[in-house]
């Protein structure tokens, strides 16, 4: 199982590998990879930082773990593999960004395109079990992408975090508000999207702090 991570995430999430806490998640992960069926392929566990170099983040998204089912999840929250159907969630952001921003919705639900204009697409579990949601849950991940939050909003700023629902919203003691963007709602699954996701604004309203930052808007 060989899983890498892009270079200036390495030399900032070192001491994390280095942690005991690390060290059992990464027995756990490499165990269940060997007896049981695991989302995303292993290859793809740090799709999200391959994709986004910490220099480059502008946006991050928070989820809460991977989709469990097959050929869905490649490593980016909310994000599905080309030629998946869209699962209600992502549905829901699509029609949220169409009615904010005129964007079309789009064919695929692989959002690439996004982390690789500077949209970090952060689960904070970055592994599940097939058909078991939240089944890699309190096994350190959630710890791990704790301090990827804290090590951003160290170094940087001026970027737009982006949570939608409780679990999300947890993260945001983390982030310096002063100095960054923290935009939150309800989540945009079908049992809460009508209770504020639709209509938040959220992609108008970070693309209009990029610009305001000199930085160029996400093309969604």
């Given at each position: 199982m060989e899983v890498k991570i892009e270079?200036?995430?390495n030399e900032r999430l070192q001491n994390e590998f280095d942690k005991p806490y690390f060290e059992?998640?990464?027995?756990?992960?490499?165990?269940?990879?060997?007896?049981?069926?695991?989302?995303?392929?292993?290859?793809?566990?740090?799709?999200?930082?391959?994709?986004?170099?910490?220099?480059?983040?502008?946006?991050?998204i928070i989820g809460q773990d991977p989709y469990h089912g097959v050929g869905q999840a490649h490593g980016l929250c909310f994000s599905v593999q080309d030629g998946v159907r869209f699962p209600p969630s992502l549905r829901n952001i699509f029609m949220e960004i169409n009615a904010d921003t005129g964007a079309p919705?789009?064919?695929s639900g692989?959002?690439?395109?996004?982390?690789?204009?500077?949209?970090?697409?952060?689960?904070?579990?970055?592994?599940?079990?097939?058909?078991?949601?939240?089944?890699?849950?309190?096994?350190g991940w959630?710890?791990?992408?704790?301090?990827?939050?804290?090590?951003?909003?160290a170094e940087r700023q001026n970027i737009v975090y982006i949570l939608w629902g409780a679990f999300a919203q947890q993260?945001?003691?983390?982030?310096?508000?002063?100095?960054?963007?923290?935009?939150?709602?309800?989540?945009?699954?079908?049992l809460s999207a009508s209770r504020g996701f639709?209509?938040?604004?959220?992609?108008?309203?970070?693309?209009?702090?990029?610009?305001?930052?000199?930085?160029?808007?996400?093309e969604w």
């Open positions: 270079q200036s995430w059992q998640l990464t027995q756990f992960v490499r165990n269940e990879y060997q007896t049981q069926t695991i989302y995303p392929p292993a290859g793809l566990i740090f799709n999200a930082f391959n994709l986004c170099p910490f220099s480059k983040v502008k946006v991050v919705i789009p064919l692989n959002l690439t395109r996004w982390a690789e204009q500077g949209v970090l697409l952060l689960n904070a579990t970055l592994t599940v079990r097939a058909d078991q949601a939240g089944s890699h849950q309190k096994h959630e710890t791990f992408t704790d301090a990827v939050i804290r090590i951003l909003t993260k945001a003691a983390m982030v310096n508000r002063a100095q960054n963007l923290v935009l939150e709602s309800v989540h945009p699954s079908p639709f209509g938040n604004h959220h992609f108008s309203r970070a693309n209009q702090y990029l610009v305001e930052h000199g930085m160029k808007p996400i």
